[in-house]
């Protein structure tokens, strides 16, 4: 393999998937004791796409927005080196994802490997790519946030199923000398057990209740809350401190998104206008590893970024606990 250029990788190319399904809040409250009123203040989320039976699978919504995002870009998918696919929710565990979406983009050149980070994944699968480029090992890499949350989404826990959506986004990454990066992860493992979810084929387990209630998204709401308004902040900062770059010259701060109310927090915190920080999560609610992605493809559909020429700062945080921020030009 050529070693043309090392450096980090430029996003030239952004996709996304929706699922054609939309569930809104008063359709939730006809599920379970909730109201338009109460998600709407509490979160931001007004409605959700959700996957459909047999149709949606997280293969499916990785490949269509890993095609979109092939095109978006250009180039060869012969070109591309790399793709990594972040899923917490994958429909298989093998194949991984990044090998079906390796084949349906005819990326025939690209190593394939999956990460979960559960929702920092996308983040988490963009800054490992970062480290593939920079050390010259691929000049191309595509790199995916897929998620099928509504599969481990309990429609009876309103704590929960309120928040939660389906979708995909991706990005093809170029490696160009020019890209200002930098970039922290942290994690607390420490701190797990306020976001588990547990995985149903486990053997000598006895299948009670109890035990089919834990293969759902089990959350202690306000312990995550806090943990994102504190943590969120502090990375950025750091970040930005490590890269000599002060808030106000970022552009925009893209965020994961799964609370409007956290995102209004780490703002203030960051004494930054709400304005820098884009939100979709009214229309997609939390989408786990592919909030940020969706939310890239539509700021490069409107003109938000696209030229190369935007300070983006993007951070998310979730089970784990992990957090993570990227520093970049988009
Ligand atoms: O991707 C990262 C993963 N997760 C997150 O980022 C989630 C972070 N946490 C949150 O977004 C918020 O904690 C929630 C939106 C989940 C909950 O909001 P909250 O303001 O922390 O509410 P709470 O859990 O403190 O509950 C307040 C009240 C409770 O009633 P009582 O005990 O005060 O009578 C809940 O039972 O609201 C009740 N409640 C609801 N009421 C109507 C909880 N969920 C609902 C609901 N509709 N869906």
Redesign the pocket.
């Known amino acids: 393999m050529s070693r043309s250029i090392s450096s980090y990788g430029r996003v030239i190319g952004i996709g996304s998937y929706l699922p054609k399904n939309i569930m809104t809040n008063d359709d939730l409250a006809k599920i379970?004791?909730?109201?338009d009123e109460?998600?709407t203040e509490?979160?931001g989320i007004k409605q959700r796409h959700i996957s459909e039976a047999l149709v949606d699978t997280t293969e499916s919504m990785a490949v269509e927005a890993a095609k979109k995002a092939v095109a978006d870009a250009g180039i060869d998918p012969l070109k591309i080196g790399l793709i990594v696919v972040a899923s917490t929710t994958p429909n298989v565990l093998f194949p991984v994802l990044s090998a079906t979406v390796q084949a349906a983009v005819n990326a025939d050149n690209a190593m394939c490997f999956d990460v979960n980070a559960a929702?920092p994944g996308f983040v988490t699968a963009f800054v490992t790519a970062q480290n593939y480029l920079k050390s010259g090992m691929v000049d191309y890499a595509l790199v995916v946030g897929a998620e099928n949350l509504s599969n481990y989404t309990d429609f009876t826990d309103?704590?929960?199923c309120?928040?939660f959506g389906d979708g995909a986004g991706a990005c093809v990454l170029q490696a160009d000398p020019e890209l200002r990066y930098d970039a922290i992860m942290r994690a607390a493992g420490k701190r797990r057990e306020c976001?588990r979810c547990e995985t149903y084929m486990q053997k000598g387990v006895e299948k009670t209740e109890e035990f089919l209630k834990s293969n759902y998204i089990n959350?202690d709401?306000?312990t995550?809350?806090k943990f994102?308004v504190t943590e969120v902040p502090r990375i950025i900062e750091d970040l930005l401190n490590k890269a000599g770059v002060s808030a106000d010259e970022v552009d925009y701060f893209i965020l994961?998104q799964?609370?409007r109310?956290?995102i209004e927090s780490v703002a203030k915190r960051l004494k930054q206008p709400l304005e820098k920080f884009p939100m979709n999560i009214e229309k997609t609610g939390?989408t786990?590893s592919a909030s940020i992605p969706i939310l890239l493809d539509e700021m490069k559909k409107d003109g938000r970024i696209g030229d190369g020429k935007k300070k983006a700062v993007m951070s998310s945080?979730?089970?784990g606990l992990l957090w993570n921020a990227v520093l970049t030009d988009i």
């Open positions: 379970v004791e909730t109201s109460w998600i509490r979160t929702c309103r704590g929960t309120i928040l976001l959350m709401g306000q995550v809350f994102a994961h799964a609370n109310r956290i939390n786990s945080f979730g089970a």
